[in-house]
């Protein structure tokens, strides 16, 4: 029986980790031990990673080589069925609160455009625009127009518009996707629901019915157009860790209906500029790297704002080197250098003392210009044709190919 | 190319303006101002050069003593909350051409700061004169708001005043109160070439492996966009949309590879390998180009789609 955590929100000394919410203890890091854990799911290890490998023919992700996606449930049931020649699906989303969109939340987009190029599998994505509306306040055309603005960022990840259908709540839920919605929420008491996400009797009925919408995707009949008459066909969710309360909602009440649980690969919270505290937050500008920033901005928000844990001069810093467990830097490097032997080397010498901060940043802030020209350039080549082609309901017969 | 102070103050003397000029060392804050100008019985102002997180630029021109709150502005302006902040040094001399500590309702006269939105505060239109800086810190102007309106005419402005102090809340039912002052046109960098939006370079413009293809195809983009949505005919033929041009596909990749081809080949390179060359060469060439290319391949495939998903959703079943 997997561990259905229940959260409770007044012990204030743990860490909090939710949908809605991410906080160390104390102001401290984020134990991630701790909370695969208490949230029960897998670390993800090297055979893990061979396998893929294999599997795919192709050299893993630099997030899987680097631990990124470090926690999963049953990834290896979909990489079993996978071997005997049974495909599945990639499900993940957005929540669109904001137009800004920053490096931490292409994360899971970069990690998924891979595993469909890799697996050679369909995408569906989720615009949870409606959940947007009510947790934020926004209005129903803000967040649906939010939803579209966040939409082109997305497709500029590289997702194969022959593999790929983009929706969004307020234009999608209905039909069979609903069906599945009343389904499982006839499955989730209200005191359950209560307790997975901590809602109070001051929350509006719209966020206690909100689960459901974004649990129904990890289930093919959801998607008539797409997987009609494959009920079996498994669901891979790539997805960052504070997401897992749902989909352990979702993973109780899939065998309950009849449906396969869907399988999750989850990753670590991107840290912010000023240091391993939290995540990074879109309402303050320089705690992050923003996909419109400049190069200048950030040549400037990596000089002035990334915490560092070199020393305060260069001789004490000669002599003892830098302390890499809290060197932003080098968390941004681990991400983004895809070289592992130059990544290793900047590590060895760095932390030796030989190289200093300035040359650590220097470097990272090549490889984040590239990142972001990248997707810039990517981003300029998405018409709202495009996006509507995206998010049109239609078959998507090379799907598997 | 850029206005000079002695240029704007002959302007404004064609334009029959009344004004009164004062000349003093160099000043770069209001209280340093004041110092010379304070006890002429005319109102200070005070300039910000504010940028948004989409790189458009704002002039706010206020009185010295009314209290600007960016947060508040920045949601008058619907761009959120801390959507606004103080542009770099660098924007103040390439936008507005003026020098630090010299921002005034003067400095949009440039074509570079064509698309630069201007706030002005109502307060001024209470006061006999205030004082704004000609494009130059030695120098303080004082001038009448009416007269400062003929200028702004003159050079194509609409002089619009605001209450700065005002804080209306924003939402739902409350849409930004000061949503038309954001620049709707693309953003012109000074040191680019301004292309105006054809049909066929709202395509494939990735012709060069460039920062000036990029942010021309983000200055590109907005207006081809804007066309888009506009013109909703049912059965006109819409060329608009951006096309899949294996051309521009084609010399993307070959300008790419051929880059890296060169860099490759170098004296150390040949010592290094001499007959293996080629093999090496051809190795570091798919390895580093493998994703490069397959990304580029992709968009080539998405606008593709895009096009014949368009053509079909607007296609005329043959008729029996």
């Given at each position: 029986m997997e561990k259905v955590e229940d959260q409770n929100p007044q012990q204030e000394e743990d860490q909090v980790v939710n949908p809605w919410e991410v906080s160390a203890k104390d102001g401290g890091k984020i134990d991630y031990d701790k909370l695969i854990d208490k949230f029960g799911c897998q670390r993800l290890d090297q055979s893990f990673v061979d396998r893929v490998q294999r599997l795919t023919s192709r050299p893993p992700h630099v997030f899987l080589r680097r631990g990124v996606f470090f926690a999963?449930?049953?990834?290896?049931?979909?990489?079993?069925?996978?071997?005997?020649?049974?495909?599945?699906?990639?499900?993940?989303?957005?929540?669109?609160?904001?137009?800004?969109?920053?490096?931490?939340?292409?994360i899971p987009f970069m990690f998924t455009k891979y595993l469909q190029d890799a697996f050679k599998v369909p995408l569906v994505i989720q615009l949870t625009d409606d959940e947007k509306c009510m947790w934020k306040n926004l209005s129903v055309e803000?967040?649906?127009?939010?939803?579209?603005?966040?939409?082109?960022?997305?497709?500029?990840?590289?997702?194969?518009?022959?593999?790929?259908?983009?929706?969004s709540d307020f234009d999608y839920v209905g039909?069979?996707?609903?069906?599945?919605?009343?389904?499982?929420?006839?499955?989730?008491?209200?005191?359950?629901?209560?307790?997975?996400?901590?809602?109070?009797?001051?929350?509006?009925?719209?966020?206690?019915?909100?689960?459901?919408?974004?649990?129904?995707?990890?289930?093919?009949?959801s998607f008539p157009h797409l997987f009609s008459g494959k009920d079996d066909l498994r669901c891979l969710i790539p997805c960052a860790i504070d997401q897992d309360p749902y989909f352990r909602m979702t993973r109780d009440v899939a065998p309950r209906i009849g449906y396969h649980k869907p399988a999750l690969i989850e990753s670590l919270f991107f840290p912010a500029l000023q240091g391993e505290t939290g995540k990074m937050s879109a309402s303050d500008p320089n705690s992050a790297i923003y996909v419109t920033d400049s190069a200048k901005d950030i040549k400037y928000k990596v000089n002035k704002h990334a915490f560092t844990g070199g020393q305060e001069t260069i001789e004490k810093h000669r002599q003892y080197g830098a302390n890499l467990e809290v060197d932003i830097p080098i968390k941004y490097l681990n991400f983004f250098l895809e070289d592992d032997a130059e990544l290793e080397h900047i590590k060895k010498a760095y932390g030796a003392g030989r190289m200093l901060t300035g040359e650590v940043k220097k470097r990272l802030i090549e490889v984040l210009t590239e990142i972001v020209e990248r997707h810039r350039r990517a981003r300029a080549a998405v018409s709202d044709e495009m996006v509507d082609a995206f998010m049109a309901?239609?078959?998507?017969?090379?799907?598997?190919? | 190319m850029a206005y000079s102070k002695d240029q704007l103050l002959a302007r404004l003397k064609e334009l029959q303006i009344e004004f009164s000029q004062y000349e003093h060392p160099v000043v770069l804050t209001v209280e340093a101002q004041a110092k010379?100008?304070?006890?002429?019985?005319?109102?200070?102002?005070?300039?910000?050069?504010?940028?948004?997180?989409?790189?458009?630029?704002?002039?706010?021109?206020?009185?010295?003593?009314?209290?600007?709150?960016?947060?508040?502005?920045?949601?008058?302006?619907?761009?959120?909350?801390?959507?606004?902040?103080?542009?770099?040094?660098?924007?103040?001399?390439?936008?507005?051409?003026?020098?630090?500590?010299?921002?005034?309702?003067?400095a949009v006269v440039n074509e570079s700061a064509r698309h630069v939105s201007l706030l002005l505060d109502q307060g001024f239109k209470a006061q006999e004169y205030c004082f704004f800086h000609p494009?130059?810190?030695?120098?303080?102007?004082?001038?009448?708001?009416?007269?400062?309106?003929?200028?702004?005419?003159?050079?194509?402005?609409?002089?619009?005043?605001?209450?700065?102090?005002?804080?209306?809340?924003?939402g739902k039912d409350q849409p930004p109160d000061l949503a038309a002052f954001v620049p709707s046109d693309a953003p012109i960098l000074s040191d680019l070439p301004v292309k105006a939006p054809t049909q066929d370079s709202t395509g494939k413009h990735v012709s060069a492996a460039?920062?000036?293809?990029?942010?021309?195809?983000?200055?590109?983009?907005?207006?081809?966009?804007?066309?888009?949505?506009?013109?909703?005919?049912?059965?006109?033929?819409?060329?608009?949309?951006?096309?899949?041009?294996?051309?521009?596909?084609?010399?993307?990749?070959?300008?790419?590879?051929?880059?890296?081809?060169?860099?490759?080949?170098?004296?150390?390179s040949i010592k290094q390998h001499s007959g293996q060359l080629g093999a090496e060469v051809a190795n570091n060439i798919k390895k580093c180009l493998r994703e490069d290319l397959k990304n580029l391949a992709t968009i080539f495939k998405n606008t593709a789609y895009t096009e014949g998903f368009y053509a079909g959703t607007r296609y005329q079943p043959k008729r029996l």
């Open positions: 999963h449930r049953d990834f290896n049931d979909i990489l079993d069925a996978y071997e005997r020649g049974q495909k599945f699906y990639l499900y993940t989303g957005r929540g669109p609160s904001s137009e800004a969109l920053h490096l931490g939340h292409l803000e967040s649906q127009r939010l939803a579209r603005e966040n939409a082109k960022d997305i497709i500029a990840c590289g997702f194969d518009i022959s593999k790929t259908f983009i929706f039909g069979a996707f609903y069906k599945n919605m009343v389904k499982v929420a006839k499955c989730v008491t209200y005191n359950k629901v209560v307790g997975i996400f901590g809602f109070t009797g001051e929350d509006h009925i719209g966020k206690v019915s909100f689960p459901p919408v974004q649990a129904v995707p990890s289930f093919p009949s309901v239609r078959p998507l017969p090379n799907m598997f190919d | 010379y100008v304070g006890n002429l019985g005319g109102a200070l102002s005070k300039n910000l050069f504010l940028k948004d997180k989409k790189h458009r630029y704002y002039v706010v021109s206020a009185l010295a003593d009314t209290k600007v709150d960016l947060k508040v502005l920045s949601q008058r302006l619907g761009l959120g909350k801390g959507g606004l902040r103080m542009a770099a040094e660098e924007a103040l001399v390439e936008i507005l051409k003026v020098p630090l500590g010299c921002v005034a309702p003067f494009l130059s810190n030695d120098m303080s102007i004082s001038l009448n708001a009416h007269c400062l309106d003929k200028f702004l005419k003159s050079i194509g402005r609409d002089p619009s005043y605001v209450d700065l102090e005002a804080n209306p809340p924003v460039s920062n000036s293809a990029a942010v021309a195809a983000k200055a590109i983009k907005p207006s081809g966009n804007a066309q888009n949505v506009k013109e909703k005919p049912v059965n006109t033929v819409q060329p608009s949309i951006p096309a899949a041009d294996a051309g521009n596909f084609v010399e993307e990749l070959l300008d790419r590879a051929s880059a890296l081809l060169l860099s490759e080949i170098s004296e150390d």
